[in-house]
């Protein structure tokens, strides 16, 4: 009978991946934000191992279960290298791959800043190797990152205008070319509905949006949108030819973004402060919620979406220096804006009328580029207009540079 215990212990303990670890941890000896909610949620004693502290209350969650919680996060990014497939062969040194002990691994996260805490979680979980999950394949933020790669490689080297067209290198893993804007449309709004990335900007928020120049403007067709005969210049969202309305929520934030002093020395700033007809529905780039905390399982399928969303949007807005490649560098931005702008619908089938991007430029916080052409700044000045007006001026000023 007693074999028999035993036997079921050892199988209980290698079925969890570490041994019965003793005493009670305190959330002050616990770094990450999640495990120390769950420490002070599932606390059931008054005495910490580690720091000593002692209270009357329940101060301190079971090391063992706490242990547990902190394995099934790491499980979420890594995996035993057998359970990978990885090859083994004594003869070329072991595992045929790069593995990771224990210690390289818990040092991705920040558990505890408390030497003690991590040398009792190692002396339950021991030395086994760690290699990355999906190690052949490559996870789902991963094969989002690497397609968003290929996908800037092909569209600014080799393919500009037929890359939706499938081809027979698209029979891989990563997400080829032709389905990357779906896939990042998709993240959007199916795999992070609940966020609701899709923002409302109200009718009574101001939109400020300046033309530098040697005379003062003071009309919305001045300050607004130029014409498309006059947009010729390549930016971040636009190609040359196609004109969009671009802005800051604040003045700062739209000076860093429309002024270069070496080039706009002894100009005028004519600064128009807008504001849209309706409210405008708009991708927000800026204000997403923070990666979860592997340590959340609740949180684990919104992980790879938003390791990938985070990744895209620090990635195109990038500093690009005006030294006559920008009209390259901006290709893939202008790809997806546009089609953010012309195919992608909200979970209501409505079309979105822009995007909120951080500025590149030292000192800008929000920017944004919104769809809207030169003859949506205003009103018609006589006659029925055949075009919705977007935003309205509601104010002018100037500024000598």
């Known amino acids: 009978m007693m074999m028999g215990r035993a036997k079921q212990w050892y ?6 991946g570490y041994d019965e ?24 004693s008054g005495v910490c191992r580690f720091c000593g502290r002692e209270s009357d209350e329940s101060i301190a969650a079971s090391f063992d279960d706490f242990i547990g919680i902190v394995l099934t996060g790491v499980r979420f990014d890594w995996n035993h290298p057998d359970d990978e497939g990885i090859m083994y062969i004594s003869a070329e040194g072991g595992y045929q791959a790069s593995v990771n002990d224990i210690w390289e691994v818990l040092a991705e996260y920040d558990i505890s800043e408390d030497t003690e805490v991590v040398d009792a979680i190692i002396e339950a979980v021991g030395n086994d190797g760690w290699v990355d999950r999906e190690f052949y394949r490559g996870d789902k933020s991963q094969l989002l990152e ?12 080799e393919t500009r205008y037929v890359f939706l067209a499938p081809n027979e290198d ?38 400020f949006r300046i033309r530098i120049g040697d005379e003062l403007y003071h009309t919305a067709a001045e300050i607004g949108t130029p014409p498309a005969e006059f947009a010729n210049q390549s930016n971040r969202m636009s190609p040359a030819g196609i004109p969009m309305f671009y802005g800051a929520f604040d003045i700062a934030t739209a000076r860093a973004e429309t002024l270069d002093p070496n080039l706009h020395s002894d100009q005028t700033l004519s600064i128009g402060t807008f504001r849209s ?23 684990h399928y919104r992980i790879h ?53 951080r500025s590149s430029r030292p000192g800008g916080e929000r920017a944004f580029v919104l769809f809207c052409e030169n003859d949506q700044c205003s009103a018609p000045d006589d006659g029925p207009s055949f075009v919705e007006q977007l935003v309205k001026l509601t104010n002018v000023a100037h500024d000598q540079i």
């Open 21 to 44: 670890a003793e005493g009670e941890i305190c959330a002050d000896c616990v770094t990450d934000a999640t495990l120390k909610s769950w420490v002070t949620d599932n606390a059931v």
């Open 146 to 157: 690497w397609g968003w790669d290929w996908f800037k490689q092909v569209v600014k080297h």
């Open 305 to 357: 979406p938003l390791r990938f969303l985070h990744a895209f949007a620090r990635d195109i807005v990038q500093p690009i220096a005006r030294d006559g490649r920008e009209h390259i560098e901006y290709v893939p931005t202008q790809i997806v804006t546009e089609y953010f702008r012309r195919v992608f619908r909200d979970a209501s089938g409505n079309s979105i009328d822009g995007i909120i991007y």
């Open 170 to 207: 698209d029979e891989v893993t990563e997400v080829p070319p032709s389905r990357m804007l779906a896939a990042i449309g998709a993240t959007v709004l199916d795999e992070l509905a609940d966020l609701n990335l899709i923002k409302e900007v109200s009718v009574d928020t101001d939109l």
């Open 11 to 16: 199988f209980e303990q290698l079925e969890r």
């Open 277 to 299: 007809t309706r409210n405008l529905r708009v991708l927000d780039l800026v204000d997403m919620p923070d990666i979860p905390s592997v340590f959340e399982e609740d949180g």
